[in-house]
Every structure is written in structure tokens, then in C-alpha cells.
């Protein structure tokens, strides 16, 4: 007999099912005791696979990001963004290497990240890229400190440049290139009170011209500018690079 809490004897069995357990006091060593093989591949497909399978994406998208931007950011030095033109990724690697090898390192090792965005709707649409996509990299990039500089015409520039993201290189060429370079010197001409130089026409460059010997280039007179929240290390290869677009500025 069960003991009622008056502590008198009741007339329900010691067994009835009010005496049972919860089922959600089962425990899942308990539960999965009482199944059977197919009923335990089963459970797990329903309650455990989804998470499992969530999770491990979640890992490799993580991993992924740790390993381009982290573990592997050492191997790029520079990374460039240019915008809206059409350059096959063996010119732009090859250039690359060039550059490397000029510096005296190894182009094995280490290496300036060349890369093509499509911020135009129409002409994404026709390259079959994503706009949307590639202009919130860009941002995001920019944001993050992790873009070091641009190449792109004025009109495609001209919201990077209002936003403050490009260096003002009165300040940042020595004074012996500024002068070498006053012909190819970018002054916009709005919200610049100083007239002062925020990129450098590459349509005289011989090296970057170099990527168009077999077909017209999108772009006719692109401009290269620094982007201003690079960090300093970074600033200093991009110095280095408009030395190796234009030779005769010297090293």
C-alpha cells in the first residue's frame, strides 16, 4: 500500500501509474536502453545529426576566415582592390611576382593581392558577378583596415574618396616624386580646398598598361590611390608600388 501525506495507507498499488516516471525525467542513457537499432538511428538522424551538421559548417566557415585573413595574412603583404575592369588572374599574378621579386623576396612565399571587384550593376551582370556582393566586401574591407589600396576611374572612386578613405599623397610621396609624377597626379577637383593630389593616373604607367597589350582595357584612365587607414607597414609597400608602376620614379 502507498502512504498518503497524512501518513495513512491509501488503496492505490505501489505500481499505478500515477508512481510512474515522466517521461521527460527519462534520461537519454534510459531512453535510448529501450530502442531498438533502427529506433537509436532514427533518434539520432532526428535530435542529433541537424546540430552536428550546423555545427561543423559553422567550423569550416570559421576556419576558413581564420586561415585566408589570419594564419595566412603574413604570406600577403598588399592587397589591392580594382574596380570594374577585365584582367585575367595569370597577368595579375604575374605582375605580382614581378613586384615581389623587385622587393627581394621570395614570390613563392609572399605575394600582393591583386583583385577585380564589379561595383557596377550592369556590367557585373554581364561578367556574371554579384554587385551587392562585391561592394560590401569592399566596405567592409575598407572598415576593417584591410584593403591598402585601390585602382579604379573617378566616377567608381568618387564615394571612397568623399568617405575619407583615400591619402592625401602631398604628404605620403617624397618631394622628389611628386614632382616626377605632377603629370599623372589626381586632384579632385570637389571638396578639395588645398588642391592637394589623392591619387595617380595609371594610363602612363608602362607596367600596369602592360595588362592590356591583347585587348582595351575598361577603364581609360584608371587611377591608383592609397587608402588612408592602411596600416603603416602596408603604406609603405604601396609606396613601393607606385615605384614599380612608374620606373622612372625611382625606388
Not at 3 to 32: Q, R, V
Not at 188 to 213: C, M, R, T, W
Amino acid at each position: 500500500m502507498a502512504i498518503n501525506l497524512n501518513g495513512k495507507k491509501t488503496s492505490l498499488k505501489e505500481d499505478a501509474s500515477i508512481y510512474n516516471k515522466h517521461p521527460g525525467d527519462i534520461s537519454e542513457k534510459e531512453k535510448l536502453k529501450t530502442m531498438t537499432g533502427k529506433q537509436k538511428r532514427s533518434y539520432f538522424a532526428t535530435y542529433y545529426l541537424p546540430p552536428i551538421l550546423i555545427g561543423l559548417a559553422v567550423i569550416v566557415v570559421v576556419g576558413y576566415i581564420l586561415w585566408s585573413d589570419f594564419i595566412n595574412k603574413s604570406d600577403i603583404y598588399l592587397r589591392c582592390a580594382i574596380l570594374n575592369e577585365q584582367i585575367a588572374d595569370g597577368d595579375l599574378t604575374r605582375m605580382g611576382d614581378e613586384f615581389t621579386e623587385q622587393l627581394g623576396m621570395d614570390a613563392g612565399k609572399k605575394k600582393p593581392s591583386f583583385y577585380v571587384y564589379y561595383t557596377r550593376s550592369d556590367l557585373a551582370a554581364e561578367i556574371g558577378a554579384n554587385a551587392a556582393s562585391d561592394l560590401s566586401e569592399i566596405t567592409s574591407r575598407l572598415v576593417a583596415g584591410v584593403l591598402d589600396c585601390m585602382i579604379a576611374d573617378e566616377k567608381d572612386g568618387s564615394s571612397y574618396y568623399d568617405g575619407g578613405f583615400f591619402l592625401n599623397l602631398e604628404d605620403f610621396l617624397t618631394k622628389e616624386d611628386y614632382a616626377r609624377l605632377q603629370d599623372s597626379l589626381y586632384i579632385p577637383e570637389q571638396n578639395n580646398p588645398d588642391k592637394a593630389a589623392y591619387g595617380i593616373y595609371l594610363d602612363k604607367s608602362p607596367v600596369y598598361q602592360a595588362l592590356f597589350k591583347e585587348k582595351k582595357a575598361f577603364i581609360e584612365k584608371p587611377i591608383f590611390s592609397v587608402i588612408s587607414n592602411s596600416g603603416q607597414e602596408n603604406k609603405k609597400y604601396a609606396h613601393k608600388l607606385i615605384s614599380f608602376f612608374f620606373p622612372e620614379s625611382g625606388n
